[in-house]
């Protein structure tokens, strides 16, 4: 069974940083996109920053230049560095990946908490 598990969510001072880490329960050497996705409360979950099997990253508008993201697939992770992080960075923090064992499906973490206070 695919679990996934986010770490190090926390309460951060605008222009701060956090880095955000995600340990899959299964190899991720086949997974095609490891990523992670946000959602603030009243709005929809959205894409921060997702990263291919042959390390092409990419990267919503809003946190170019600021979030990197990056994979190990020895480790079985994803890691999200965020800095230079604002107010509008607050939401829960969420961990996906795309496939296993070649079938498409999306797997969710439990989801970290971050907030940015002004």
């Known amino acids: 069974q695919v679990q996934l598990v986010e770490s190090g969510g926390g309460l951060v001072q605008s222009g701060g940083s956090l880095r955000l880490s995600c340990v899959a329960s299964v190899s991720t050497d086949h997974v095609y996109a490891m990523g992670w996705y946000r959602q603030a409360p009243g709005k929809e979950r959205e894409l921060v920053a997702d990263v291919t099997s042959d390390n092409r990253a990419n990267y919503a508008d809003f946190v170019k230049g600021r979030f990197t993201i990056s994979r190990d697939d020895a480790k079985r992770t994803v890691s999200l560095t965020m800095n230079n992080l604002k107010p509008e960075d607050t939401a829960v923090y969420y961990c996906?990946?795309?496939?296993?064992?070649?079938?498409?499906?999306?797997?969710w973490g439990q989801g970290t908490q971050v907030t940015v206070s002004s």
């Open positions: 996906n990946i795309d496939s296993y064992l070649g079938v498409e499906y999306d797997y």
